[in-house]
Nanobody, 117 residues
Framework: QVQLVESGGGLVQPGGSLRLSCAASRNIFSINTMGWYRQAPGKERELVAHVTSGYSTRYAVSVKGRFTISRDNAKNTVYLQMNGLKPEDSAVYYC???????????WGQGTQVTVSS
């Protein structure tokens, strides 16, 4: 069973930056599209960014221009660089492999991002 471990979240002021990391228990990155999701209280989990095995990237409109997803297959790690953070970016962030915009593996514990002054 694949285990996903997210890290890097925290409390940041509006306009600040964070870099999230996601590691997997085995090599799932080289063959899969990898994505970052987030879930805010009372809202559904949404896919905010994904990167294909060919390194093509796509972003939700709400984060485009501010977030950057990247992957390091050799380290089995995917990253989410978040700049210009807004209070509405506050959520628990999760990573997963993605197929047809849907997650493939069981969810990890996520990492909390809170944007507040």
């Amino acid at each position: 069973q694949v285990q996903l471990v997210e890290s890097g979240g925290g409390l940041v002021q509006p306009g600040g930056s964070l870099r999230l990391s996601c590691a997997a228990s085995r090599n799932i990155f080289s063959i899969n599209t990898m994505g970052w999701y987030r879930q805010a209280p009372g809202k559904e989990r949404e896919l905010v960014a994904h990167v294909t095995s060919g390194y093509s990237t796509r972003y939700a409109v709400s984060v485009k221009g501010r977030f950057t997803i990247s992957r390091d297959n050799a380290k089995n790690t995917v990253y989410l660089q978040m700049n210009g953070l807004k209070p509405e970016d506050s959520a628990v962030y999760y990573c997963n492999a993605v197929r047809s915009l849907l997650p493939i593996y069981p969810w990890g514990q996520g990492t909390q991002v809170t944007v507040s002054s």
